[in-house]
């Protein structure tokens, strides 16, 4: 029998998000920021996530790791088509602390601002805002 990764959801593995966030709940956080086996950012425990430097927008590159959603790519192509830059790339957590914005990405929330991560304090920022607003005039389209 072969044994393959798939790049799929599994409800196996929502139990592995719940610990996170009740972890994170602990530490009077409202969500985790997850590391793949590289020590690198992949996730967040319930999203995809993104952030904004110096006006250009970066997401995790997919490795195998999370499952790289198909709203992630809608606001990938949609960013793009808006002339914004976007990088898919290692991103780490120092890269996290010193963006300009954040947000996170999933089929239930769209697009979510982030408010901090740790010490670190955001605004619902001009580019996050603008991913929402695409995404919604797409979604209004079809």
């Known amino acids: 029998m072969e044994d393959n990764v798939v790049n799929a959801k599994a409800g196996c593995l929502y139990p592995n998000n719940a610990r996170m966030l009740a972890e994170a709940r602990t ?3 409202s969500n ?4 793949d086996i ?14 904004v430097k110096d006006g250009e927008v970066f997401t995790p590159i997919p ?4 499952l790289a ?3 992630r ?5 949609n960013l793009k088509a808006d002339g914004y830059k976007v990088h898919e790339k290692v991103i780490s957590f120092k890269d996290v602390s010193e963006a300009d914005e954040v947000f996170m990405s999933g089929n239930m929330m769209k697009v979510t601002p982030v408010k901090a991560f740790n010490d670190t304090n955001y605004q619902n920022g001009p580019i996050t805002k603008r991913t929402r607003e695409l995404y919604w005039d797409w979604a209004k389209s079809g």
């Open 69 to 71: 959603g198909i709203t």
């Open 73 to 77: 790519n809608r606001h990938i192509s």
């Open 63 to 66: 490795n195998g790791t999370f």
């Open 27 to 29: 530490k009077g956080f």
């Open 32 to 35: 985790a920021l997850v590391a």
């Open 38 to 51: 590289m020590g690198n950012v992949a996730e967040t425990a319930t999203a995809n996530i993104f952030i």
